[in-house]
């Protein structure tokens, strides 16, 4: 019987897992493979986390479960409700709490671009609206439950706009071409710090039927982001050069992935700014510099080139 379990194994998900095991808790990972990071006291099963019984029986005793899953963009609508509410059955029948990892859609587009834990959960997109039913639901559920928000993530593994945009022309020594704004503000998170926040709020009743957002750096600019990467590796300094916002929604008339990134691109083409004071306060938490979320980026890329060659 596992203290905790975590549903993925992705950076986040991972990140979790370590955390708690590094404490001495131990840890059962739940994933469609069985993999997961390596640790005496992180057991890896293998199962589909939207299979209510057996996710059930793999939680029996556990005192809290992670939502760390990340499906495919393109099948949100489809995997999302069964795997939810699997984890809230799960959660219901072992008396755990029910963290889950969260992110802005909820909130969609605000004037100004601030957000806050009031701000109302009114998205109008698709993907927003997903996140709220789900959330709703974990509410209504009855069980113990919150929601840790985090901005665009930064670190070891992401599929954000640095890691997917930036990172592979820096690697290349070309210039980088993004569906962005390169030039207003926008808080990236450390996948540390949501890993971290996750933990500790799930001890904490006072988190508990709440969203809170992750501690997260102030905001900066994506062509900061660039520089400041290209500084701390001393790498040429990147030119970056955004992309008109037709490009990415023509292209999403044939594409799907395209069509799914088109409906949140006022993420990056106006300021989006989360205010994570509130947390912070709350839980004495600080977010990590974003220097050492870079470092891990870095740190990892160099690792994956060298598998490489």
Known sequence: MAQHVVIGSGPIGSKVARLLADRGE???????????????????????????????????????????????????AKRWFPMNNAMIAAARASGAVYAITGNLYGYGPQPGGRMTESTPLTAPGRKGRIRNRMWQDALESGVRTFEARGSDYVGAGT???????????????????????????HTFTYTGDMATTLVTLARDERSYGKGWHVPSPAPVTIREMAERYCELTGQPKLKVHGLPRFVMRTAGLVVPIARELAEMDYQFYAPFVMDSSLTEKTFGLSPTNLDVALRETAAAADETAARTM
């Open 26 to 76: 131990t840890v059962r990972i739940v994933t469609r493979s069985g993999s997961g990071p390596e640790h005496a006291l992180i057991e890896r099963a293998a199962a589909d986390a939207s299979d209510a019984r057996r996710l059930t029986e793999l939680a029996e005793g556990a005192e809290v479960i992670y939502n760390c899953a990340n499906p495919k963009y393109t099948e949100w």
């Open 159 to 185: 599929a954000g706009i640095f890691s997917t945009v930036l990172l592979p022309a820096i690697r290349k020594g070309r210039a980088a071409w993004g569906p962005a704004v390169m030039d207003v503000p």
